[in-house]
């Protein structure tokens, strides 16, 4: 079965199974009344079968697609799946190269059907096994070889340590380090935490077990885990603090590792879904309106009638032809973010950019003023950046005011360890009451203006996030509009 009709939309939508290819994904509906699923042309290949090897159906997937382990959870949370609701699954598929993980994100809009995706994520699973494996072996190894002790003697206030936490902060055994030493090595936003926990250990016995950085003695900045326990007399006098002191620099890394690779899993999962919303709703539109008019132009009898039916039929497949163009733009997004980011200069790129707009920005008489002093350079991929900038310029020059010569004002600056881009116009402007939710929507426009695809911000604000940065607005009407971009850390 297939989720869109090839008679109705022809060779054109056969583009959308490539599309969703790039992005190792694909599409399925499924009525939870009749049990009728339908998957795209996509989805047997993403589990590395052909359409004459298996057919694909809701018995067939039930009982030999899915892993008999994951039935139970999927049948669960599809039949509990309110209108309106979405829902994230990590399933098991059987492949060709065996069973892998899937995420299987889906939506109820209404009715009985559920629509949704799935995106091969079997990598990330396997990345996340290795490193709970590797951490799991580095625990115990740890405990044996790259742990030390501690102990502060509460009466005379005085620290002692063993050769192995030495060893660890990078210390000389007779370098006789004081309390006051010790927590100074720690970073300064962990010192007062490190002070109160040893301090409540001396007042109320109260043990600790903490997660802190500290500068070592050769200035490495490395994660311990740092415990701490009471010994009292037989009055109950708090007498030794003493404790363990463990490198575990390796394991919070691979956990930073680990959250980075679910973090852009869970981030490239929901642009995975608006996209699967937007293939679903502009691409239904266009199909929908061709099976109207074929119909039309069939039933007609009339020669001129046909031939104007014949028109709107080539209107519409002109506008499907250009959204699967822009689907396919969002689409090479995902594989671009894979290219190096280097060294980029502002500078050069505006220069660029007013070059290639150079007649546009006579036409008007546009001022473009910049100043770049506060963070000339910046880590990107150049393509990304120099469409970020046209995008700016572009818009500021079509939605300029009527008789006020366009200002666009481009500067950079670091705020926070990020640096920002900001583009400031005194165009038209957005009512941000009525619009502001829509600024950055695919086909989203504003203005009645001739040249207003509604493509070029959604455009732009999805290759900023896809190298995880954002995009804030702000702006008002007759006054002009301020866009600013984080792009990511400083260099």
């Given at each position: 079965m297939h989720l869109i009709n090839k008679d109705v939309n022809g060779e054109q939508l056969k583009a959308v199974d490539p599309i969703f290819e790039d992005i190792n994904a694909a599409l399925w509906e499924f009525d939870l009344l009749t049990k009728e699923l339908k998957c795209s042309n996509g989805f047997l290949a993403l589990i590395s079968y052909d359409s004459d090897e298996v057919k694909m159906s809701y018995g067939q997937f039930i009982s030999n697609i899915l892993y008999h382990e994951d039935v139970s959870s999927l049948l669960k949370e599809t039949n509990t799946c309110e209108v309106g609701q979405s829902k994230t699954l990590e399933i098991r598929l059987l492949t060709k190269?065996?069973?892998q993980w899937f995420q299987n994100t889906f939506r109820r809009e209404q009715g009985t059907v559920l629509k949704g995706t799935i995106n091969n994520i079997h990598q990330f699973k396997v990345i996340e096994f290795q490193l709970a494996a590797q951490n799991s072996r580095y625990a115990t190894v740890a405990k044996i070889a790259r742990s030390g002790s501690w102990e502060i003697n509460i009466r005379n206030q005085t620290l002692l340590l063993s050769k192995e936490a030495c060893h660890i902060l990078n210390v000389l055994k007779h370098s006789?380090?004081?309390?006051?030493?010790?927590?100074?090595?720690?970073?300064?936003?962990?010192?007062?935490?490190?002070?109160?926990?040893?301090?409540?250990?001396?007042?109320?016995?109260?043990?600790?077990?903490l997660d802190l950085q500290v500068r070592t003695g050769l200035s490495e900045l490395i994660w311990v885990k740092i415990k701490g326990l009471t010994t009292i007399d037989k009055l109950g006098k708090a007498i030794v603090v003493k404790g363990i002191l463990l490198n575990i620099d390796q394991?919070?890394?691979?956990?930073?590792?680990?959250?980075?690779?679910f973090e852009f899993l869970e981030h490239q999962n929901k642009r995975l879904q608006t996209f699967a919303y937007m293939v679903s709703h502009n691409l239904r539109?266009?199909?929908?309106?061709?099976?109207?008019?074929v119909k039309m132009h069939e039933e007609s009898e009339v020669t001129e009638e046909k031939k104007e039916i014949f028109t709107h039929i080539s209107t519409i497949s002109d506008g499907l032809n250009t959204t699967i163009q822009h689907l396919s733009e969002i689409v090479k997004i995902e594989s671009d973010i894979q290219q190096d980011r280097i060294p980029i200069t502002f500078e050069s790129v505006l220069q660029n950019v007013i070059s290639v707009l150079q007649s546009n920005i006579e036409q008007t008489d546009a001022i473009i003023e910049f100043d770049f002093r506060a963070c000339p350079v910046v880590n990107y991929i150049p393509a990304y950046l120099e469409s970020i900038f046209q995008n700016f310029v572009t818009n500021s020059l079509k939605y300029r005011q009527q008789g006020?010569?366009?200002?666009?004002?481009?500067?950079?600056?670091?705020?926070?360890?990020?640096?920002?881009?900001?583009?400031?116009?005194?165009?038209?402007g957005i009512d941000m009451e009525r619009y502001g939710h829509k600024v950055f929507g695919m086909y989203q426009t504003f203005h009645n203006h001739a040249d207003s695809k509604?493509?070029?911000?959604?455009?732009?604000?999805?290759?900023?996030?896809?190298?995880?940065?954002?995009?804030?607005?702000?702006?008002?009407?007759?006054?002009?509009?301020?866009f600013k971009v984080r792009l990511g850390p400083s260099i």
């Amino acid at each position: 079965m297939h989720l869109i009709n090839k008679d109705v939309n022809g060779e054109q939508l056969k583009a959308v199974d490539p599309i969703f290819e790039d992005i190792n994904a694909a599409l399925w509906e499924f009525d939870l009344l009749t049990k009728e699923l339908k998957c795209s042309n996509g989805f047997l290949a993403l589990i590395s079968y052909d359409s004459d090897e298996v057919k694909m159906s809701y018995g067939q997937f039930i009982s030999n697609i899915l892993y008999h382990e994951d039935v139970s959870s999927l049948l669960k949370e599809t039949n509990t799946c309110e209108v309106g609701q979405s829902k994230t699954l990590e399933i098991r598929l059987l492949t060709k190269q065996g069973f892998q993980w899937f995420q299987n994100t889906f939506r109820r809009e209404q009715g009985t059907v559920l629509k949704g995706t799935i995106n091969n994520i079997h990598q990330f699973k396997v990345i996340e096994f290795q490193l709970a494996a590797q951490n799991s072996r580095y625990a115990t190894v740890a405990k044996i070889a790259r742990s030390g002790s501690w102990e502060i003697n509460i009466r005379n206030q005085t620290l002692l340590l063993s050769k192995e936490a030495c060893h660890i902060l990078n210390v000389l055994k007779h370098s006789n380090i004081s309390i006051t030493e010790l927590i100074g090595l720690f970073i300064l936003e962990h010192r007062p935490i490190l002070t109160n926990s040893i301090n409540s250990a001396i007042a109320i016995g109260k043990p600790f077990d903490l997660d802190l950085q500290v500068r070592t003695g050769l200035s490495e900045l490395i994660w311990v885990k740092i415990k701490g326990l009471t010994t009292i007399d037989k009055l109950g006098k708090a007498i030794v603090v003493k404790g363990i002191l463990l490198n575990i620099d390796q394991s919070k890394r691979k956990e930073k590792e680990l959250r980075s690779s679910f973090e852009f899993l869970e981030h490239q999962n929901k642009r995975l879904q608006t996209f699967a919303y937007m293939v679903s709703h502009n691409l239904r539109s266009h199909a929908n309106n061709l099976q109207y008019l074929v119909k039309m132009h069939e039933e007609s009898e009339v020669t001129e009638e046909k031939k104007e039916i014949f028109t709107h039929i080539s209107t519409i497949s002109d506008g499907l032809n250009t959204t699967i163009q822009h689907l396919s733009e969002i689409v090479k997004i995902e594989s671009d973010i894979q290219q190096d980011r280097i060294p980029i200069t502002f500078e050069s790129v505006l220069q660029n950019v007013i070059s290639v707009l150079q007649s546009n920005i006579e036409q008007t008489d546009a001022i473009i003023e910049f100043d770049f002093r506060a963070c000339p350079v910046v880590n990107y991929i150049p393509a990304y950046l120099e469409s970020i900038f046209q995008n700016f310029v572009t818009n500021s020059l079509k939605y300029r005011q009527q008789g006020k010569r366009p200002l666009i004002i481009c500067e950079s600056k670091i705020e926070d360890g990020n640096i920002f881009l900001i583009f400031k116009d005194n165009g038209v402007g957005i009512d941000m009451e009525r619009y502001g939710h829509k600024v950055f929507g695919m086909y989203q426009t504003f203005h009645n203006h001739a040249d207003s695809k509604g493509i070029g911000l959604f455009i732009t604000r999805n290759q900023v996030e896809a190298l995880g940065g954002s995009i804030e607005v702000d702006s008002e009407v007759g006054i002009g509009t301020t866009f600013k971009v984080r792009l990511g850390p400083s260099i």
